[in-house]
């Protein structure tokens, strides 16, 4: 018994880390951002072509990036 809490805490401590690792992927640089918002106005929504343009990040970051971030200013 003792050890099936155990481990349910050390999945909660996984989870919040994968977290806090992806807040600080979420970090996009000046040229990233600019890159971001010129491809966004070429292709629109087509993240998976956006993120062909930068190593490094996925179709699902850039997307989260620009929802979480530039969506808001429109």
């Not at 918002?37 to 990040?57: F, H, K, Q, T």
């Amino acid at each position: 018994m003792a050890e099936s809490e155990h481990s349910s805490s050390d999945e909660t401590d996984v989870d919040s880390q994968a977290e806090r690792n992806q807040e600080t992927k979420l970090e996009f640089s000046e040229d990233e951002e600019a890159l971001v918002i010129r491809m966004y106005n070429l292709v629109g929504e087509r993240w998976s072509l956006i993120a062909g343009r930068i190593p490094g990040r996925t179709a699902e970051e850039i997307e989260k990036y620009w929802n979480s971030r530039c969506s808001t200013s429109e």
